[in-house]
């Protein structure tokens, strides 16, 4: 078996993990399974390469590539501003629809299907603008270097792993230190008492929206950057981000990551042993396995 | 002419508008009373306390904190106002540990203050303060009720509500309980109790008020209600208990 499966399911992992992180925060918060939100990954990619393709328009400097990376200035500039843009859309589609849903008290599977809708009106919306032809922020082509132990990856392929660790970290930070992540924990556990003990439940939900569009945004950006830009993007990641969050443990940041990282590896290896066409299974036995055998997954809590 | 310092006027309330389970309450508790609410199961007590804190829709009527209309104020900025409450049940957040479960309480209060009145629930909950990195969801049931409190109280509020505080303890830990709201009563908090432990409640209370069917029936000083065999047998079923035991 070749050892460089593991730096493919470590790069996929990682993208699946940023992307599980927003799944689990929404899930344990607003106590349903949000099947649009893999429609911010690829609505995070797509206004990034909108962003990046305006600011390069304006100056063909910043797109030069930056040292060893495949893209130039516009392309961490326009992340910047495409992850606030993307964490607004998932606002306005709560304030839409979910929101209002909620304020009439509806029940979770209406809340289900009501994702199902704005998934699918959302990925319209973006062929409709863009097209459904792949796009990329870069046409350069990168050689993969040799990083030890018979493995190789390309300067964007490291990045984006770094990016990602950071990522985790400071969620995870934001989670255990910080009032409004004790603020976020409260509510997930208990949203009655949170507001009891004078925790602004509304504002927890739109922080919960805007952080968790935020990082499919990171997550859509980076495999847009390694993969392609194409509207089924975050469509193709679905399964995956919920295996990955379900193994995880609804709720624990933590452990969406590492459960990505199983995903990821999974995956890769699932491709070497079986064949590539098996990639898509790999998820699906993960999720029903982890149902059937620990629903509460590797990290979360007995209810 | 001083304030109350929690007044109820025709409230009416329920989870459901067309069901209301409190139906018309004028309720006054005045500054420094430690108040009781008993009444036979479904009379509304909780409904009543969960109305006021803002938990269970208010449909008719209105609530007034010291004299200020605090009936349409979100539930969350009522611990803010003044007005703590402390619900019978999952009244901790277990996943945090007992410090976390103090500074998300004490996140309204000003940055300088924080640490200080933490600090303050620490030295007169002599339990919680010596290992406050403890998971809340490993406390005892006593202690759970002191963290709860402690929550409450971290806020210096002017009104404690406390929904059946000693639900589900042992009796000696239901003594210490009713021991520190006699405490928290004395330094000059006004607390409303709900409690089915009628004669433990009414023991520290100053003045009990008895509902049924989510209506005032009967209103009294403690002390006398616990001497009147005929409100012991009709509404706090001690005379149930007695005919039960006969042969």
């Known amino acids: 078996m070749n050892p460089q499966f593991l730096m493919d ?84 589609v709560d304030a839409a629809l979910f929101g209002r849903l909620r304020a009439r008290g509806g029940a979770v599977i209406i809340l289900v299907m009501a994702s199902f809708g704005a998934s699918l009106a959302l990925r319209s919306l973006l062929e409709f603008l863009f097209t459904s032809k792949p796009a990329y922020y870069t046409k350069a082509l990168q050689i993969a270097v040799k990083i030890g132990g018979g493995l190789r990856a ?42 009891i003990a004078g925790v ?12 968790g569009a935020a990082l499919a945004c990171v997550a859509g950006i980076m495999t847009g950057l390694l993969v392609q830009i194409r509207p089924y993007l975050g469509h193709d990641l679905l399964l995956p981000l919920f295996a990955a ?7 624990s940041v933590p452990g969406a990551m590492i459960a990505g990282l199983i ?25 029903v396995a982890v149902l059937l055998l620990r629903p509460r997954g590797l990290f979360g809590r007995a209810a | 002419m001083t304030a109350a310092a929690l007044e109820t006027r025709g409230l009416v309330a329920g989870y459901e508008p067309d069901l209301p389970i409190v139906r018309g309450v004028d309720l006054t508790v005045a500054p ?22 803002g938990v269970v829709p208010v449909h008719a009527g209105s609530v007034h904190l010291g004299g200020r209309d605090i009936t349409r104020v979100a539930a969350h900025r009522k611990i803010g106002e003044g007005l703590a409450f402390v619900p019978q049940t999952e009244n901790i957040f277990a996943r945090m540990t007992i410090h976390e479960n103090l500074q998300l309480a004490a996140a309204i209060l000003p940055k300088a203050l924080r640490a200080e009145k933490i600090d303050a629930m620490y030295r007169r909950f002599a339990d919680l303060g010596a290992k406050p990195s403890r998971l809340a969801g ?40 009713f ?51 005929l409100v012991a047998k009709l509404y706090l079923g001690t005379g149930h208990t007695q005919t039960a035991e006969q042969p």
């Open chain 1, 9 to 92: 399911g470590l790069i996929a992992g990682a993208m699946i993990g940023l992307g599980a992180i927003g799944v689990t925060l929404t899930y344990s918060i607003l106590r349903f399974a949000n099947f649009a939100h893999g429609e911010f990954l690829s609505w995070g990619a797509y206004i990034a390469l909108a962003l990046s393709g305006g600011i390069g328009l304006l100056s063909t400097t910043l797109v030069k590539p930056i040292g060893p990376f495949s893209f130039g200035w516009s392309l961490p500039l326009a992340a910047v501003l495409a992850i606030g843009l993307t964490g607004l859309l998932a606002l306005a």
């Open chain 1, 154 to 195: 390309t300067p964007d392929q490291l990045l984006s792993l770094g990016v990602a660790l950071v990522t985790v970290v400071a969620i995870h930070l934001l989670m255990t230190r910080t009032g409004i992540g004790r603020s976020m924990r409260a509510v997930s556990e208990n949203p009655a008492l949170a507001g």
């Open chain 1, 200 to 211: 602004d439940v509304r504002k927890v939900i739109r922080v919960v929206w805007f952080v």
């Open chain 1, 245 to 251: 969050a379900i193994l995880g443990g609804i709720g």
């Open chain 1, 263 to 287: 995903v990821g590896l999974s995956e890769a290896a699932a491709v070497q042993l079986i064949g590539a066409e098996w990639r898509a299974a790999v998820s699906f036995v993960i999720l």
């Open chain 2, 32 to 53: 420094g009373e430690l108040l009781v609410l008993l009444g036979p199961n479904g009379a509304g007590k909780s409904t009543l306390v969960k109305a006021i804190a």
């Open chain 2, 138 to 177: 490993a406390l005892s049931g006593g202690q759970r009720q002191m963290l709860a409190v402690a929550r409450a109280l971290i806020v210096d509020p002017p009104v404690l509500i406390l929904d059946e505080p000693s639900a589900g303890l042992s009796p000696k830990i239901v003594g210490e309980v």
């Open chain 2, 179 to 229: 021991a520190m709201l006699k405490e928290i009563n004395a330094g000059g908090v006004t607390v409303i109790l709900v409690e089915q432990n009628v004669k433990a409640a009414l023991s520290i209370a100053s003045r009990a008020v008895i509902l049924v069917e989510g209506r005032i029936r009967h209103e009294g000083a403690a002390a006398a209600l616990l001497g009147d065999p």
